[in-house]
């Protein structure tokens, strides 16, 4: 027993931590007694930051002499993101050979008037922390350098050399040439097929015209392009009525400044610029088919490989980013939504958009259901990208179709709020990043001439009503249907049936009888 106590009398004289040791260090009387809403004695007023009117937020704009126009936003940082954006891509192909756009890509800050190679453009841009992008689309090409605010004089004079006054030598062209055979191999064989069907759909919706031509240099024309066929297209599309110089992050008169410096008073090396020769063709819809059989088993192999599966895309004529039906559109295109049949899942994911509930839920034997709307300045397509097993094509196909009809119902009320909330909130969240804010500004002032800010577009989407979507939806189903398909196509209906089922009321193909399977 004695034993005992000098145990606990020695434990006793052992230090104590944590709540226990607070109390006692604080006179016994509990937790300091400060409170949270009122201000601490003796401390300053603070002074919060203010905005007054809407100057601080809004996309200023400036048009040059020469008819370059300029547009900034502001946002506060150490980087800033500038770039020049060109009205020009594989839609304004028409009198060259396909492929120009895609070899100007790859060529892009390579050896200029200024800069001997690559490797120096790089090393400039590295003093003042910066990394450059050049990415080409079907109409619009854009050159971008992010970097410190300070180096923005280096930056729009790097840029105006860049676009301007690339050497285009011999050897830079023959390793452009060597690139884009490389990247034609590599779209053929990659699991992933959507980057092909894109172009396939697109192809089939506008056969051989504007947003119809081909966005990759086809391999038989990778030989015809040349310095002589670069300049002229140059020559053509390169000019300051067709371009903006955007940036984020940065003074709107400093841009301005720079721009009159580097920009305004600029010969570039290919000469006086023929706007004369600018295709203006408007986007002509036609629908149609395009087919590529092609043996799918073997494009993933391993440990586990994917299984061979076919895939189908359908897609009808919507709308231009310009008219106001786009937003309809939009909402319409969330609320279709979809993806893969092994998505995460989870809040925010689509899993309550159509092609989850309607088809991926209820169809076990599909890997893929996901809708997409692309949008250009005269016209647009909104499609469906469906894959399965090779057998079950048909089925597949009817599903698809009958998900096209169902979009011409009510929508309720629910679904139409949930599309809605979640285009806003990818709408302001793809819009904290620097780079998004500094595409969204140049493409829509290319365009338009002019900027909606993200308030003025979630104001446009909470007006969408469910009449508007069954308005769009009929007359987006009154056009042709337009249809890719990749891989083993022996069970694919033909393109009259596909027709006749956008055209039925309840979506079905044309029933087949067979004498013998």
Request: proline fraction near 5%.
């Amino acid at each position: 027993m004695a034993t005992h106590m000098s145990r606990c009398r020695t434990w006793s004289r052992v230090p104590r931590f944590g709540i226990a040791a607070y109390r006692k260090y604080s006179s016994g009387s509990g937790y300091p007694n400060i409170s949270l809403s009122a201000p601490l004695p003796g401390i300053p007023k603070p002074v919060f930051a203010s905005v007054d009117g809407q100057e601080k937020f809004e996309t200023r704009i400036t048009t040059l002499e020469n008819g370059l126009k300029v547009a900034s936003q502001n946002k506060f940082g150490q980087f800033c993101t500038v770039g020049i954006l060109v009205n020009s891509g594989s839609r304004h192909e028409a009198k060259y050979p396909s492929g120009v756009a895609h070899f100007l890509e790859k060529l892009a800050f390579s050896s200029t008037a200024q800069y001997g190679s690559k490797d120096e453009i790089l090393l400039t841009l590295e003093k003042h922390g910066g990394i450059c992008d050049c990415q080409t689309s079907r109409d619009t090409t854009m050159y971008a350098v992010s970097a410190e605010v300070k180096g923005l004089d280096t930056v729009v004079s790097l840029l105006s050399d860049a676009v301007l006054q690339p050497r285009l030598l011999e050897d830079e062209i023959e390793m452009t040439k060597m690139a884009v055979r490389f990247e034609l191999e590599d779209l053929n064989m990659r699991p992933d097929p959507e980057p092909l069907l894109t172009e396939m759909i697109h192809a089939a919706a506008y056969r051989g015209n504007t947003v119809g031509l081909p966005r990759f240099c086809p391999g038989d024309n990778v030989d015809k392009i040349d310095k002589n066929v670069l300049h002229n297209y140059l020559r053509s599309y390169y000019c300051p009525e067709r371009m903006v110089l955007a940036g984020v992050g940065i003074e709107h008169e400093q841009l301005v400044e720079c721009a009159r410096k580097y920009l305004q008073d600029v010969k570039p090396v290919w000469g006086v610029s023929t706007p004369a020769n600018v295709d203006l063709s408007v986007a002509q819809y036609t629908g149609g088919i395009i087919k590529m059989e092609k043996d799918m088993s073997d494009v993933s192999l391993g440990p586990t490989p994917i299984p061979e599966l076919t895939h189908i895309m359908i897609g009808l004529e919507s709308c231009s980013f310009l008219e106001d039906d786009f937003i309809p559109f939009a909402v319409l295109n969330m609320m279709m939504g979809g993806g893969g049949s092994f998505s995460a899942g989870g809040p925010g994911k689509g899993m309550f958009t159509r092609l989850y509930l309607n088809v991926l839920n209820r169809h076990h034997w599909m890997y893929n259901a996901t809708s997409y709307h692309h949008s250009y300045e005269d016209s647009g397509l909104l499609c469906i990208h469906a894959s399965a097993d090779p057998r079950q094509v048909r089925e597949m196909v009817e599903i698809i179709t009958r998900e096209f009809i169902q979009m011409s119902g009510t929508a309720g009320e629910m679904e139409l709020e949930r599309a809605k909330t979640q285009l806003k909130s990818m709408l302001m969240m793809n819009l904290e990043s620097r780079p998004v804010i500094f595409e969204d500004v140049g493409r829509q002032v290319l365009s338009t001439g002019k900027r909606k800010l993200p308030h003025e577009l979630c104001t446009l989407i909470s007006n969408v009503t469910a009449n508007d979507i069954k308005r769009v939806t009929s007359k987006m189903l009154r056009s042709k249907p337009a249809v890719a398909a990749l891989g083993d196509l022996t069970e694919l209906p033909s393109y009259e049936h596909i027709q006749a089922a956008l055209s039925s009321k309840d979506g079905r193909l044309p029933r087949m009888y067979r004498l013998f399977r």
